[in-house]
């Protein structure tokens, strides 16, 4: 007797779904053209999901749903008339990934529409009604019976929860918390981590030492890369040629440098220390000497777009024995002009 009375109750419950179903409110979707939106699929599964086919009709009685996108976050809204209001959602679709994105979306958007109808079902006479025009009271009752009909047919979780349609619905779970959440102004954006700022330079240079041993005029190549906000290095190759102790001289040396530098707009300026080493050849005889010499470096930086100008200084102490017993002694001085490319 009982499996007969559990038997016709199914079969009760079963027709008085299917009936519920059969004729739900009609729904207008709308999905704009952006990239990260796949109208198609979106308009699929909602009405699957939704249960209901979709119209292409605009009228005071029809559900309408529009899908968009804001900066990088997507939009839900939901206009019903009958509940008589308008809600909204936006989350950020990049949380889930390249697959599924076009189906999580879908079923936002579907339980967002029923998590309006619920409030027929919930208090379907309010003391205070919304803007618009009353609908046909068969259809409200059409969509209080769809909400009743998808809350028998969930898990208990999901029926004790029926105030929140997003709870209790496992599809929603990872996101749960950024569907369901109010409205909110997008985070805030990590502040950046500072930039590599990366230049090579063809330079120009002059060299001239202060008690009047001579000046070496000449150029060749720098790299230099700023690092951390603060720091800066770079490194060069000159090759030089004048006049030093009344003897024709070339020099080819190496630099390098580490300083401290300020950025404000297209300017940085640096300032710190270095080390500029070489070999010294004179024209009337085979004599070489190595040399190196500590130094102060400064240095003004601008940069437009791709091109960067570069006009610097150095100066230092040197004594080092040159030539026929003749030694370059005191403070040199030096200014560099560089013009080339910010990597």
């Not at 009936?19 to 053209?33: I, T």
């Not at 599964?45 to 009228?59: K, M, N, S, Y």
């Not at 939009?75 to 909204?88: A, I, Q």
């Not at 918390?177 to 120009?204: G, H, I, N, T, W």
Request: aromatic content about 8%.
């Amino acid at each position: 007797m009982w499996r007969v009375v559990a038997s016709l109750l199914g079969a009760v419950l079963a027709l008085w779904t299917h009936v519920a179903w059969a004729n739900p409110p009609l729904v207008h979707l709308e999905v704009e053209a952006c990239d990260s939106l796949d109208a198609t699929s979106i308009t699929r599964i909602f009405a699957a999901d939704l249960g209901t086919p979709l119209t292409t009709e605009v009228r005071p009685d029809i559900t309408e749903v529009n899908i968009g996108c804001e900066g990088e976050h997507v939009v839900v809204r939901v206009k019903d008339p009958l509940s008589r209001k308008t809600v909204r959602r936006s989350f950020d679709p990049k949380s889930f990934g390249n697959q599924g994105q076009s189906r999580l979306i879908a079923i936002a958007a579907s339980e967002l529409v029923l998590a309006s109808w619920a409030e027929l079902a919930e208090s379907p006479t309010p003391r205070v009604l919304g803007e618009g025009e009353p609908v046909a009271a068969d259809t409200v009752e059409t969509a209080r019976k769809v909400v009743q009909a998808r809350a028998q047919a969930a898990p208990p979780s999901m029926r004790e929860a029926a105030d929140n349609p997003f709870e209790g619905d496992e599809r929603l779970n990872p996101y749960r918390e950024q569907l369901s959440a109010p409205d909110a102004p997008p985070p805030r954006e990590a502040k950046p981590s500072p930039v590599v700022f990366q230049r090579v330079m063809a330079v120009l240079s002059v060299r001239s030492f202060v008690r009047g041993d001579g000046t070496l005029y000449g150029g060749g190549a720098r790299f230099g890369q700023d690092r951390f906000g603060v720091v800066s290095w770079a490194a060069d190759a000159l090759v030089e040629g004048g006049t030093l102790k009344a003897q024709n001289a070339t020099s080819t040396s190496f630099g390098g440098s580490l300083a401290f530098y300020l950025r404000g707009g297209p300017a940085t300026f640096r300032f710190g220390g270095g080390l500029r080493a070489g070999v010294l050849a004179f024209s009337d005889g085979p004599s070489l000497a190595a040399w190196g010499w500590p130094m102060f470096v400064s240095s003004l930086t601008l940069h437009w777009g791709p091109a960067v100008l570069d006009i610097g200084g150095e100066t230092g102490l040197v004594d080092v024995l040159v030539h026929h017993n003749q030694g370059l002694r005191g403070v040199w001085l030096s200014g560099q002009a560089g013009l080339g490319l910010v990597l």
